[in-house]
């Protein structure tokens, strides 16, 4: 019951699973959410359990209510307690259409996964965390939102998903702001451009853009990358900091002449 515990959504692939390795590597127990890719998470949960972790794989739909309830749900029935949410879950546009040809449809999917989703999670673990801190189950909580360069970096074919987590960047504030007296940090990871499936199909644009000196830093980022940083916020390493975003994107954010 002392080992913490971590809820890591959308973490049978990509960032969300070196976060989940990456958490369990450091202690955490740690509840690998999935979508629709159970085979995936189980292999996710052998690998931390093979290496002397824990973890559990829980199907859940963060878009969704009752997705959300469930993914607490059975966290708490497994472990009785919650630390660490890492909102990771989220989806590209659909077919990257042209902000003019935009439709509603991809804007509610998009926006329901990528900013209600983690929104009302967030409200949830939070209340959750609040509740066991009050009761001296654990000492204190923390909620990382992975967001994206995309937050500030106009892509006008992907218009849904830039708003979406430049909605996340300002969700990350409100909620460090309201929740900093309360012994809950929440911090913005802010991804670059990360090798994963999701960039896959825009490998050969990217390889040219870091080639000719998009980033500083001349090279892909990997999941590890951006695990490592959400390591180093729950390892306690920014006690008296909260609502910061931590850009792991290769320096792409600094204006350069």
């Not at 959504?9 to 629709?36: F, H, K, M, P």
């Not at 878009?63 to 990771?88: M, P, Y």
């Not at 439709?103 to 996964?113: F, K, M, P, R, Y």
Request: charged share 20%.
């Amino acid at each position: 019951m002392s080992k913490r515990v971590a809820i890591v959504t959308g973490s049978s692939r990509g960032i969300g699973r070196a976060i989940a390795e990456q958490l369990a590597a450091d202690g955490y127990s740690v509840t690998v959410n999935y979508n629709s890719s159970p085979d995936a998470a189980m292999q996710v949960v052998a690998g931390i359990e093979n290496a002397g972790g824990e973890a559990i794989a829980v199907q859940a739909n963060v878009s969704s209510e009752q997705g959300r309830s469930q993914l607490i749900q059975d966290t708490l029935a497994k472990w009785n307690r919650l630390d660490v949410l890492v909102n990771n879950a989220g989806i590209t546009s659909p077919g990257r259409l042209d902000i003019l040809e935009a439709t509603s449809e991809n804007w509610d999917l998009v926006l329901g996964t990528n900013l209600k989703g983690p929104f009302f999670l967030t409200q949830d673990a939070a209340n959750q965390m609040l509740s066991q801190i009050e009761e001296g189950t654990i000492p204190a909580g923390k909620i990382i939102n992975l967001s994206s360069l995309s937050s500030y970096a106009s892509s006008p074919n992907r218009a849904d998903y830039c708003i979406a987590k430049a909605g996340l960047a300002m969700m990350t504030q409100l909620f460090a702001d309201r929740l900093g007296n309360e012994h809950i940090q929440v911090f913005e990871v802010c991804p670059g451009i990360i090798a994963t499936d999701m960039t896959g199909p825009v490998k050969e644009k990217y390889d040219l853009q870091i080639a000719e000196g998009l980033t500083p830093i001349k090279r892909w980022g990997q999941p590890e990358d951006v695990a490592k940083a959400v390591s180093a916020i729950c390892a306690d390493y920014f006690p008296f900091s909260t609502g910061q975003r931590i850009n792991v994107d290769g320096g792409f954010h600094l204006r350069r002449l």
